[in-house]
């Protein structure tokens, strides 16, 4: 069975620009969680969506939106790129959004701002 | 639920003895833990986890105790293997949705 599923796997963007990055849950996984994870630190959460609603969020800016769709995909967008945006930005996915639900993490999309 | 951390950032293991790395936490609410191995270039995978009605369990080569009198954490690898060097980074999951991270436990394996 596939796991967390992630795309692009890498890539590189200017600063001001926008970038969307992708996931596909593990199948019939229903919650979808996004994180941001800066070299040699532990990831940092980000958004928790469930039946596409959005159950949490963590101190980021405005400049970070995220969407979960009936599939239960999700895509995480931060528009006006920083510096410090360059991060792996990881997703995860359990099967419901409640508390103690043991939650997988997918590879990564590895974010460079330049 | 920032407050995870890992007692040592570094851990030297020769190849075949057991590892025991130690995790702090600091939100009594807490109520779930998981350990995650990351390696180079890769995600956090799964380990093991463990709720806070209990104080111990055990997996294929790894145990995790947990004592929350003094909010702590710890997870044992039997018989390292050099494909155990990774970073292994403990998460809480206080009230709320999020799980929290420590900044993580580099493990290297001697052969």
């Known amino acids: 069975d596939a796991g967390v599923t992630q795309s692009p796997t890498h890539l590189i963007k200017t600063r001001g620009q926008q970038v969307t990055l992708r996931c596909s849950p593990i199948s019939g996984h229903k919650s979808v969680s996004w994180y941001q994870q800066v070299l040699g630190q532990g990831p940092q959460f980000i958004f928790q969506?469930?039946?596409?609603?959005?159950?949490g969020r963590g101190n980021f800016p405005d400049r970070f939106s995220a969407r979960q769709f009936p599939n239960y995909s999700s895509e995480l967008n931060v528009n006006a790129l920083l510096l410090g945006d360059s991060a792996l930005y990881l997703c995860?996915?359990?099967?419901?959004?409640?508390?103690?639900?043991?939650?997988?993490f997918g590879e990564g999309s590895w974010l460079t701002v330049v | 639920g920032e407050s995870v951390g890992l007692h040592l950032p570094t851990l030297s293991v020769q190849e075949g003895d057991n590892s025991i790395i130690n995790c702090a936490y600091s939100?009594?609410?807490?109520?779930?833990f998981i350990w995650y191995k990351q390696e180079s270039g890769k995600g956090p995978q799964f380990i093991i986890d463990i709720r806070s009605n209990m104080d111990k369990r055990q997996g294929q080569r790894v145990t995790v105790l947990l004592n929350k009198t003094v909010k702590h954490l710890s997870l044992q690898i039997a018989a390292t293997q050099p494909g155990d060097s990774a970073v292994y980074f403990c998460a809480e999951n206080p009230p709320g949705y999020k799980l929290s991270f420590g900044a993580g436990t580099t493990v290297t394996v001697r052969a």
């Open positions: 939100n009594s609410a807490s109520d779930y």
């Open positions: 995860a996915s359990s099967l419901v959004g409640a508390k103690g639900n043991t939650i997988y």
């Open positions: 969506y469930y039946e596409k609603e959005e159950r």
